[in-house]
Every structure is written in C-alpha cells, then in structure tokens.
C-alpha cells in the first residue's frame, strides 16, 4: 500500500523559512506530477507548486519568488522550500503524486506568525 508522509511543517514567524518534505513508501512506481497544495477551513485545496518528472515547476502566483519546489526521483521524494514566509501562507500543505492514480498525503500544518 502507498503512502506519503509529509514532515517539516511547524510554527515559524513572518519572513522565516521552512523546508517540507514529502516521502512515497510503498510500490509506487512511474510518477509523473508532484505538488503541493494548501488548505484553510472553509476554502478549497488550491495549487500552490507542481513540478514535472523532468523537473520543471510551475508555482502559483501568490509563492513564486519565495518558494522552490524540488524533487528527488530515486528516493520518490517532493519537497517544498518555503522562505519569506507571510502569515497568509498558514494552512494545511498536501502533496500529491500522480501515476495512473493520485495519491496524497494527510497533511502538515504550516503556522506563519506575525
């Protein structure tokens, strides 16, 4: 069974940094896509970064410039570095793998203070 654990969410002031990771375990095999998405209560997940199998990311207007979306195919991990950080990025971040199916992870929380 696939599963993504995410780590490195956590309680950071405005303008500081943190780096999420996100790691496959399981038979997971041809990944495509990798991204990562947001949530707030009452909103919808939205699109914060996805990056291609050859490496090319694509961010949502409100990050670019402040966060880089990585990955490391071998170990089937995405990772989202997430600097100048506003109080408006605080929410749940997800990521998301796309084979033939989607999978995702449950979540870790980011808390930007100001």
């Known amino acids: 069974q696939v599963q993504l654990v995410e780590s490195g969410g956590g309680l950071v002031q405005a303008g500081g940094s943190l780096r999420l990771s996100c790691a496959a375990s399981g038979s997971i095999f041809s990944i495509n896509a990798m991204a990562w998405y947001c949530q707030t209560p009452g909103k919808q997940r939205e699109l914060v970064a996805t990056?291609?199998?050859?490496?090319?990311?694509s961010y949502a207007d409100s990050v670019k410039g402040r966060f880089t979306i990585s990955r490391d195919n071998a170990k089937n991990t995405v990772y989202l570095q997430m600097d100048s950080l506003k109080p408006e990025d605080t929410a749940v971040y997800y990521c998301?793998?796309?084979?033939?199916?989607?999978?995702w992870g449950k979540g870790t929380l980011v808390t930007v203070s100001s």
């Open positions: 998301n793998m796309r084979t033939i199916v989607d999978y």
């Open positions: 990056i291609s199998r050859g490496g090319s990311p």
